[in-house]
């Protein structure tokens, strides 16, 4: 069965950071291509960032290029999420999810198979 557990959300002003992590379990990690997602109140579950299998390829919505950065740690069977220059609009609950593969084919919801419970992210005025 597999298993993603988000962890690193939290309240933080705006400018500053945090960095979320999902731990993954129930099948080979490196196989498998990882994504963010953020959900907001009252708005649909959107795409943030996803990474290949391998992790060479990574791949960002516009509105956190350049401040967000998706890794992976294959040894640890890990996804992290460093997130920089937050900004009030980047409060949501976050979700890892994986893929059915170790291609990044879509950046919507349906590309995804399995997801964590998510992380609050709440950034403060």
């Known amino acids: 069965q597999v298993q993603l557990v988000e962890s690193g959300g939290g309240l933080v002003q705006t400018g500053g950071s945090l960095r979320l992590s999902c731990v993954a379990s129930g099948r080979t990690f490196s196989n498998y291509a990882m994504g963010w997602f953020r959900q907001a109140p009252g708005k649909e579950r959107e795409f943030v960032a996803a990474?290949?299998?391998?992790?060479?390829?990574?791949y960002y919505t516009s509105s956190v290029k350049g401040r967000f950065t998706i890794s992976r740690d294959n040894a640890k069977n890990t996804v992290y999420l460093q997130m920089n220059s937050l900004k009030p609009e980047d409060t949501a609950v976050y979700y890892c999810?994986?893929?059915?593969?170790?291609?990044?084919?879509?950046?919507?919801?349906?590309?995804?198979?399995?997801w964590g419970q998510g992380t609050q992210v709440t950034v403060s005025s």
């Open positions: 999810a994986t893929a059915t593969g170790p291609t990044v084919r879509v950046l919507t919801i349906h590309g995804y198979q399995y």
């Open positions: 990474i290949s299998g391998p992790g060479g390829y990574t």
